[in-house]
């Protein structure tokens, strides 16, 4: 995702507003999860000169299919994410987009690739434990079905050890 910043450069003061739309590659190394895009990325986007620092203000949106930790099933999510990234020019300096200094990430050229930015972003958007729904059942422990599909019939009733005899009780009656 990259943005043609020359005439921005110029004017300090300036700013834009445009919206894009593109791909990322995935997300596996980076993820504790399997994640999987399922619609491009679209954002929403207002940059600024603010002398000489161009400021990247907006929304990224996107459409990710998860894994729920519960129950194992696979479900659709939109993930809406804030982005406000500083970028500088790097003038003479070697800049790549990777270095950084005080939140400023450095570029060179007329051209700003907010890849990376969108992708930490999003990543950070993700759930630690994916769930499919806020009540999902997940899987059963001792036959492995997925008990939002119904009840499995397994009659293993666990009983915590030290509540054994509590139990007993119940049984005399």
Do not use: W
Not at 87 to 101: F, I, R, T, V
Not at 120 to 137: H, V, Y
Request: aromatic share 2%.
């Amino acid at each position: 995702m990259k943005i043609d910043v020359a005439d921005l450069k110029k004017t300090p003061g300036a700013q834009i507003e445009l919206s894009l739309e593109g791909t990322l590659p995935s997300f596996e190394e980076e993820a504790d999860q399997e994640v999987t895009l399922l619609s491009p990325v679209m954002a929403e986007l207002r940059l600024k000169n603010v002398d000489g620092v161009i400021l990247v203000e907006g929304k990224i949106r996107v459409q990710v299919c998860l894994c729920c930790s519960r129950c194992l099933e696979e479900f659709s999510q939109n993930l809406e994410v804030a982005i406000n990234e500083a970028y500088s020019d790097a003038g003479g300096l070697q800049g790549n987009g990777k270095e950084q200094e005080g939140g400023i990430t450095f570029f060179s050229g007329n051209t700003i690739d907010l890849t990376a930015a969108v992708r930490e972003n999003l990543l950070a958007e993700l759930p630690m434990k994916a769930t499919c729904r806020e009540d999902c059942r997940g899987l059963c422990p001792h036959c492995g079905h997925n008990l939002n599909l119904g009840e499995c019939g397994c009659r293993c009733r666990e009983v915590d050890p030290r509540l054994a005899s509590l139990g007993k009780l119940l049984e005399r009656e």
